[in-house]
């Protein structure tokens, strides 16, 4: 639950980190 909520905050501030959380498999779904 947290990864995703850290990627949907990600996609909203487009930062960089969101690259590195990009490469997870359990993340790509949600981005």
Do not use: G, K, S, Y
């Not at 909520?5 to 993340?27: G, K, S, T, W, Y």
């Amino acid at each position: 639950v947290v990864l995703i909520h850290i990627a949907f905050a990600c996609l909203i501030m487009r930062c960089m980190v969101c690259a590195d959380l990009a490469n997870v498999p359990e993340i790509r779904p949600v981005m």
